[in-house]
């Protein structure tokens, strides 16, 4: 809903009653106008009002040769609800200075009155000049020059000087903006991408689209004119509705804010409308890319010539050198060409064989080319011919490269005729923090990663097309997973892979989270763990390639879902598996307690209180992140251990990683039951605490003498989180025949500090015995796994365990909160 309301209103017509803050809310309160015939109409109504307070402010004054001009976004006519007003009041440089600055003012005042920000400047022709030669921006703004009030005449001799000395000095000044442009693309990212992206700065975004402008305006070069337009213009439009619905002059797409954009906007959902975004910034971007390249090379062939005249002595050097790549397939000043002999319309593979020799050897596709290939090119045969297969395989094998290549087929819509499953996925965006990219994207990122992983495995081919397909999924109800390998399995068939290479693409396809979801969130010491991952699997050549395939895929998605301790125990579980299916036994021998737990557990017996070791492990790679911290907490057996530990952890703001437990009965002479957890753990910041102040804070918690739960309040209270949208409410399942051993609780929820600490609460609560806990956590969200026991150490019956389940979902809904 638009944020334009009554008090608003009534606070702007006191200030001006009856003037122009009445009727720019008057306008943007209609319904039936939006897009551009409302930016006009809004651009139109400020010119009018300021026209007044010009003739007005001259009247007083009585100064003359002074102009108005509207610059930037509003010299366009392209003002958004809250846009800011860009104004150069130009003047003969005659009038007195007291005079002249009286005139500014009662032209500013005004306009911030109405709570409008306002870019302003006071200066003659030859200030302005002299200004845009220093400063590229205020160059860029003045190509946009457009008069609103005053002498007509000078406005007009500015605009035409400033454009003569753009196309003068553009070979000096496109260099800087083309900078400019990546810059600012490093500090914002790409709004193709983003899930809470600039509107106006990210690339491809609105900037990028008006320094397309500057350009063109140069003569030097233009940017591809299809789509360009309509682009830009719905970028415009999310743009005016995102002001209207937080009533600021905002161009960040703020999650919390989508659904209310989409809704103004008339579209079904913010999903909807965040591909119409990613969409847009991708036309602009590629746009940007296809300009960029051609303003480089005609600067280049500009700065060449004049040594070839004189090498030459002005005689022609005839036509530029081509050097053949594929057939087919030519280089032509750092671009990849059709040769003059090729015959698109005859060679169906032809499309591909270009694309693998531009990513093998790190060049651009000619927009030429791409389109020609577009528009004569001959499908492919169903199934293809071994050269299609190999040749997509070698375009994915490029590694980084791959990328751009990729974009510029899909710019012209030659992804979808090849893999027409892939318009599903097409910009499709992924409302979650833990994903960097949109679903097409990420898939090609992650046959990016595969690429530098195919030396680990027997069939890189395999690896490659599976990391382009396992999400394909995406965007089909339920789990995508499962539709995704009743795709790939008909997409391989169409690339032409014998029947069983089908079954092993689809198997990686179906099975792709398997190893991180078992090994992160179950007890690899399960002998049915490890035998249902080797079940899936079915051979060590798939295993292998699911290994690989986990790793590209967690690497694609974004550095949350990643790290070296996430890495170990997925070759952990790798490597069980393997041994399963190589015919070893399943079942392994129960881990003998160590030197250090036995120490451990000697001393809190004898003690009668806890006892603690704090110790680094690491991975042995050269990566600066361990796999985690090892804290070893050895108490006498007794109620309430695991949630009052990982109470005093929350506290300490340690991280849980994973957690076991076991009972250790030590023998004679010494005697009793104690009970031992294993935990690992990182700093959420800073350093570790000293194991000394651990041990103090879990023994005042252990006798009561600690409140855990009044501490995590008082520190929420004392430093709350940011507050926005409610998250989706928690999630406790059973996982069926997970364990023989155990019955394995999943619980899914907002991770939050102290989270641990509730469900082990809860679990106790139950009278349950955790055996071991396996923690993950991914962006804001929690996926934690419980291997729980009744009293006597027995798995729960099916009822008891839904119960369960049931109760502690709703004890974590209770305490679930905004986020």
């Known amino acids: 809903m638009t944020s334009v309301d009554v008090s608003t209103a009534s606070d702007d017509e006191d200030r001006e009653p009856g003037g122009h803050a009445a009727a720019r809310l008057r306008l943007l309160a209609e319904k039936g106008r939006s897009g551009p015939p409302r930016r006009a109409a809004l651009a139109e109504l400020t010119d009018g009002w300021l026209a007044t307070l010009f003739a007005a402010a001259t009247e007083e004054t ?51 009155d109405t709570g409008l920000a306002l870019d302003h400047s006071v200066r003659t022709p030859a200030q302005a000049r002299a200004t845009a030669r220093d400063d590229l921006k205020v160059q860029l703004g003045l190509l946009d020059a457009r008069h609103i009030a005053g002498d007509a005449a000078p406005t007009l001799a500015l605009r035409t000087t400033v454009l003569a000395d753009w196309r003068n000095l553009a070979p000096q000044r496109l260099p800087e903006l083309d900078e400019m442009c990546r810059e600012r693309a490093q500090r914002q990212g790409e709004l193709q991408y983003l899930l809470e992206g600039d509107l106006k700065e990210a690339r491809g ?98 700065s060449g010539r004049p040594r070839l005249r004189r090498l030459f002595g002005g005689a022609r050097t005839g036509a530029p050198e081509r050097t053949p790549l594929a057939e087919g397939v030519v280089e032509q000043e750092g671009e990849v060409v059709l040769a003059l002999t090729a015959r698109p319309e005859k060679d169906p593979v032809l499309v591909l064989r270009a694309a693998a020799a531009a990513a093998q050897c790190g060049l651009p596709i000619s927009l030429h080319a791409v389109r020609r290939l577009a528009a004569t090119a001959r499908p492919l045969p169903t199934p293809w011919p071994a050269e299609a297969r190999d040749q997509l395989v070698t375009l994915l094998g490029a590694g980084d490269s791959t990328v751009s290549v990729w974009e510029a087929l899909e710019a012209e819509g030659l992804i979808t005729r090849l893999l027409p499953d892939w318009e599903r996925v097409r910009c499709r965006p992924q409302r979650n923090a833990v994903h960097t990219w949109t679903v097409d994207r990420h898939l090609v990122e992650t046959a990016v990663r595969a690429a530098h992983l195919t030396r680990r495995v027997h069939r890189p081919d395999l690896l490659l097309v599976a990391a382009l397909l396992h999400d394909i999924g995406k965007g089909w109800p339920g789990d995508h997973s499962v539709a995704g390998e009743t795709i790939a399995r008909d997409a391989a068939a169409r ?101 250090e737990q036995e120490r451990l557990a000697v001393e809190a017996h004898r003690t009668g209180g806890p006892v603690l070791a704090l110790r680094a492990r690491a991975d042995g790679s050269d990566e600066q992140e361990p796999v985690g911290v090892e804290l070893l907490v050895a108490v006498p057996d007794q109620p309430g251990v695991l949630p009052v530990t990982a109470g005093v952890l929350a506290l300490h703001r340690l991280t849980v990683r994973a957690a076991e437990l076991r009972t250790v009965d030590l023998p004679d002479p010494v005697g009793g039951p104690v009970l031992l957890l294993d935990w690992r753990v990182a700093a959420e910041y800073g350093s570790l605490p000293q194991a000394a102040r651990l041990r103090a804070d879990l023994v005042r918690a252990l ?89 006597k150490g027995v798995p729960l019956a099916p009822g008891e365990a839904a119960k369960v389940a049931r109760e502690l979902e709703s004890a974590l809904s209770d305490a679930a909160g905004p986020v």
């Open 62 to 112: 009585g100064v003359g040769g002074a102009s108005l001009i509207a610059v930037g976004g509003y010299g366009r006519g392209e003002l958004s609800p809250r846009s800011d007003l860009d104004l150069l009041l130009l003047h003969d440089g005659r009038a007195d200075a007291k005079d002249l600055a009286l005139l500014a003012d009662r032209l500013w005042y005004p306009v911030w």
């Open 205 to 302: 975004g609105l900037r990028d689209a008006t320094a397309l402008r500057a350009v063109a305006a140069s003569w030097l070069a233009d940017a591809p004119r299809e789509g360009l337009a309509d682009a830009r213009r719905r970028l415009l439009d999310v743009r005016d509705a995102l002001h209207l619905c937080t009533g600021r002059a905002t161009d960040r797409l703020a999650l919390q804010e989508q659904d209310a954009v989409a809704a103004e906007l008339g579209l079904l959902d913010a999903d909807v409308m965040l591909r119409q975004v990613s969409e847009s910034a991708r036309v602009i971007s590629y746009a940007g890319d296809v300009t960029w390249r051609e303003v480089g090379r005609v600067l280049r062939a500009r």
């Open 495 to 595: 690339i032409g892979f014998d029947a069983a290479d089908v079954a092993v693409v689809a198997t990686l396809v179906r099975h792709h989270l398997l190893l991180i979801e078992t090994a992160t969130r179950r007890d690899l010491d399960d002998p049915a763990t490890v035998r249902s991952v080797a079940e899936a699997a079915g051979s060590a050549t798939t295993l292998e390639l699911l290994h690989a395939l986990t790793e590209a895929d967690a690497l694609a998605t974004g550095p949350a879902a990643w790290s070296s301790w996430r890495g170990a125990l997925v070759a952990d579980l790798v490597k069980r598996a393997t041994a399963v299916l190589a015919g070893e036994p399943a079942d392994p021998e129960p881990a003998a307690i160590t030197a």
């Open 703 to 791: 006798d009561g003498s600690l409140d855990i739960e009044a501490r995590l309040a008082e520190r929420e209270a004392a430093y709350p989180r940011r507050r926005g949208g409610h998250a989706p409410p928690p999630r406790v399942t059973v996982a069926p025949s997970a364990s023989r051993h155990a019955t394995v609780i999943e619980v899914r929820a907002q991770d939050v500090p102290g989270l641990l600490h509730r469900i082990g609460h809860a679990l106790e609560a139950a009278r349950l015995r955790v055996r071991s806990a396996h923690v993950s956590t991914l962006g804001s969200n929690a996926v934690d796994a419980f291997y729980v026991t009744d009293g």
